[in-house]
T-cell receptor, first 116, second 115 residues
């Protein structure tokens, strides 16, 4: 059973370009979460999605960032007009259900975004 | 509001020493989960343990042990007989019933084990 997959693992963008980060959840999981880890910091929640729905985007910056999780295909985190401050590791996690007695999120390996 | 505090930013010990990483959490929920993750230099997150708020039993797994004390809102992590391979950043984290969509992470403790 493959784990959470993220690609690309490393992404370099120049200022002003767009970055697209992909996350394929574990098989059977319909809940996806995105977290951002700025250099030398802990992970911060960004957004929680179910298939075709954004459930909680309270951690998403108001501008330039968007996320989707279509009926078919991976979840996409999109950053438009990237700036140097967007350089970070972006982790995706998935779970089978939102809250169960054995709640657990499984994390992907992360995408390291570098903005030059 | 929920919060996780890891007051130790960096710890450095000599190999074979025991080391304890502190974690203090804040929540008003009575139902919550606590986690510890390891992030080695390669950058991925390695899940170590999950503990729910109704289970205060301490846990031991090999050289690792965890001490959960609700009275002090702490969930400390001890590595016995540390090894160089234990060098990593360790994160304590919390999720609660009322914020089930989010895992709240502490800022991490960077552990360096010197040979």
């Amino acid at each position: 059973n493959a784990g959470v997959m993220q690609n690309p693992r490393h992404l370099v963008r120049r200022r002003g370009q767009e970055a697209r980060l992909r996350c394929s959840p574990m098989k059977g999981h319909s809940h996806v979460y995105w977290y951002r880890q700025l250099p030398e910091e802990g992970l911060k929640f960004m957004v929680y999605l179910q298939k075709e729905n954004i459930i909680d985007e309270s951690g998403m910056p108001k501008e330039r960032f968007s996320a989707e999780f279509p009926k078919e295909g991976p979840s996409i985190l999109r950053i438009q007009q990237v700036v140097r401050g967007d350089s970070a590791a972006y982790f995706c996690a998935s779970s089978a259900k939102r809250w169960e007695g054995t709640y657990e999120q499984y994390f992907g390996p992360g995408t390291r975004l570098t903005v030059t | 509001a929920q919060k996780v505090t890891q007051a130790q930013t960096e710890i450095s010990v000599v190999e074979k020493e025991d080391v304890t990483l502190d974690c203090v959490y804040e929540t008003r929920d009575t139902t919550y989960y606590l986690f510890w993750y390891k992030q080695p230099p390669s950058g991925e997150l390695v899940f170590l343990i999950r503990r729910n708020s109704f289970d205060e039993q301490n846990e031991i797994s090999g050289r690792y042990s965890w001490n959960f004390q609700k009275s002090t809102s702490s969930f400390n992590f001890t590595i016995t007989a540390s090894q160089v391979v234990d060098s990593a950043v360790y994160f304590c984290a919390l999720t609660t019933y009322s914020s089930a969509s989010k895992i709240i992470f502490g800022s991490g403790t960077r552990l360096s084990i010197r040979p």
